[in-house]
């Protein structure tokens, strides 16, 4: 099992930044891709940012320029900067685990941070 626990969201002004914090109960080592995804009042779940183990990163094409995703191995924990922040970027975001094995693939989800960007 894999527990994860976000903090770091709130409120900021269009323009602001906010850095998210995804704390890991295991060794990242464990995991294969961690990630951060987001979803909006009445809109799907979507994916914002994700690292894999080998330190390749991937964004959303709607951030891109303005977050980070990285990882502190020795704190078994995943970071999300996000700068210039938009209104649109409001969103209660989760953070995320995968583990493969052979060709099963198995997620875990933290309880999500609401982060609010006002205009």
């Known amino acids: 099992q894999v527990q994860l626990v976000e903090s770091g969201g709130g409120l900021v002004q269009a323009g602001g930044s906010l850095r998210l914090s995804c704390a890991a109960s295991v060794s990242l080592f464990s995991i294969n891709d961690m990630g951060w995804y987001r979803q909006a009042p009445g809109k799907e779940r979507e994916l914002v940012a994700t690292t894999a183990g080998g330190g390749s990163t991937n964004y959303a094409d709607s951030v891109k320029g303005r977050f980070t995703i990285s990882r502190d191995n020795a704190k078994n924990t995943v970071y999300l900067q996000m700068n210039s922040l938009k209104p649109e970027d409001t969103a209660v975001y989760y953070c995320?685990?995968?583990?493969?094995?052979?060709?099963?693939?198995?997620?875990?989800w933290g309880q999500g941070t609401q982060v609010t960007v006002s205009s």
């Open positions: 995320n685990a995968k583990r493969y094995s052979g060709f099963l693939r198995r997620d875990y």
